[in-house]
């Protein structure tokens, strides 16, 4: 039962422990769990900007609604608001444009600032000497570098480990 369904089979096999193997190794893992948290934050950041900035910048302005701003394109066009703007014909939505760059705005500075802060981490680590030594981990250490010598036993340089007596 050596046929060709067999080593379809075996193929099939392979490759799907190809897959798993590939599919398990960290950074795979790791770049799913980052997606999946950027989206959470890109809804945090679109609540943010949506729920607290723009109302605000609205207030401030006299309750503008930069959600709601839009250029007709058609004559058609008579509503007062985007969704019905839109039913009736071409707008050009510059004010839901406004909001989206907003978004990108923060989610580029918040992620500029992590970036930074893990770099500014990185560098402290690398920068940072290495541990000085005791005297009595210096004197172990000299110790074992004799000890590996071949000269230190009395070995000359034709003598190896096989030739000694």
């Known amino acids: 039962m050596n046929g060709?369904?067999?080593?379809?089979e075996e193929k099939g096999l392979r490759m799907l422990n190809e897959f798993r193997a590939f599919a398990m190794k960290g950074n795979v893992v790791d770049l799913a769990v980052g997606i999946i948290i950027g989206?959470?934050?890109?809804?945090?950041?679109?609540?943010?900007?949506?729920?607290i900035i723009?109302?605000?910048?609205?207030?401030?302005?006299g309750g503008l609604d930069f959600s709601n701003y839009f250029t007709p394109l058609s004559k058609s066009v008579t509503?007062?608001?985007?969704?019905?703007?839109?039913?009736?014909?071409?707008?050009?939505?510059?004010?839901?444009?406004?909001?989206?760059?907003?978004?990108?705005?923060?989610?580029a500075f918040v992620m500029f600032v992590a970036i930074r802060f893990m770099?500014?981490?990185k560098r402290k680590n690398e920068a940072a000497?290495?541990?000085?030594?005791?005297?009595?981990?210096?004197?172990?250490t000299e110790?074992?570098?004799?000890?590996?010598?071949?000269?230190?036993r009395g070995l000359g340089p034709s003598d190896t480990a096989a030739g000694l007596k």
């Open 39 to 51: 989206a959470a934050f890109g809804a945090i950041v679109t609540s943010l900007v949506g729920d």
């Open 129 to 140: 000497p290495p541990p000085k030594l005791t005297r009595q981990e210096e004197l172990l």
């Open 119 to 121: 770099n500014r981490l």
């Open 4 to 8: 060709p369904a067999s080593q379809v």
């Open 79 to 107: 509503a007062n608001n985007l969704a019905d703007a839109k039913k009736q014909g071409a707008v050009l939505a510059w004010g839901n444009f406004l909001t989206l760059m907003l978004n990108f705005i923060i989610i």
């Open 54 to 61: 723009m109302p605000t910048i609205g207030a401030v302005t």
């Open 143 to 152: 110790i074992r570098d004799l000890l590996k010598s071949p000269d230190a």
